[in-house]
């Protein structure tokens, strides 16, 4: 059995009735793959935020990179791609699109959740000064509705589970 069957059949362990109910098995799976990930980068963030670039500024000789955006610039690749795996194989595993049109489409809403990240970190750091790990979690939050429904609808469009 492959690592996507393993984990789908994992996620579906936890799809018991009172939860079938309420919601689709496709959108479970989203969100369980989706958490995933999210805490996946909430942990990056915080182990690269503190032991990696030191809460430091990040001095690159053209431009001055502060150190809550440095980290998020080093957790993005990481959690793209796991991310893209996690929803193509897993969430909308059935969508007839072509797996490079799928990763383009996934390329372009990941870009509008790094506009809404980059600017919630901006709010709710330099704006608020709320500390940058929490800032980092609340920002993700946000971002997770507009990533639903740019996934259903415009990355894996079609996807029949």
């Known amino acids: 059995m492959n690592l996507a069957k393993s984990i789908t059949k994992f996620i579906d362990l936890f799809y018991i009735k009172p939860v079938a109910r309420l919601i689709p098995q496709q959108m479970f799976r989203y969100a369980a793959c989706g958490g995933g990930n999210l805490v ?3 942990v990056l963030y915080f182990v690269l935020y503190h032991w990696v670039i030191c809460e430091r500024f990040i001095d690159l000789g053209f431009v001055v990179v502060s150190p809550h955006i440095a980290t998020f610039i080093l957790t993005f690749p990481v959690t793209f791609f796991t991310g893209y795996w996690l929803q193509s194989r897993i969430s909308f595993r059935n969508s007839p699109l072509s797996e490079g049109t799928q990763l383009f489409r996934y390329a372009l809403s990941v870009l509008g959740s790094i506009v809404i990240n980059y600017a919630g970190l901006k709010l709710f ?12 979690i609340l920002s993700s939050l946000v971002t997770v509705l507009y990533s639903y429904v740019a996934q259903k609808y415009f990355t ?3 996807s029949k589970e």
């Open 40 to 42: 996946l980068n909430w």
């Open 125 to 136: 750091v330099e704006i608020l000064h709320i500390y940058p790990t929490p800032s980092q």
């Open 156 to 158: 894996f469009r079609g």
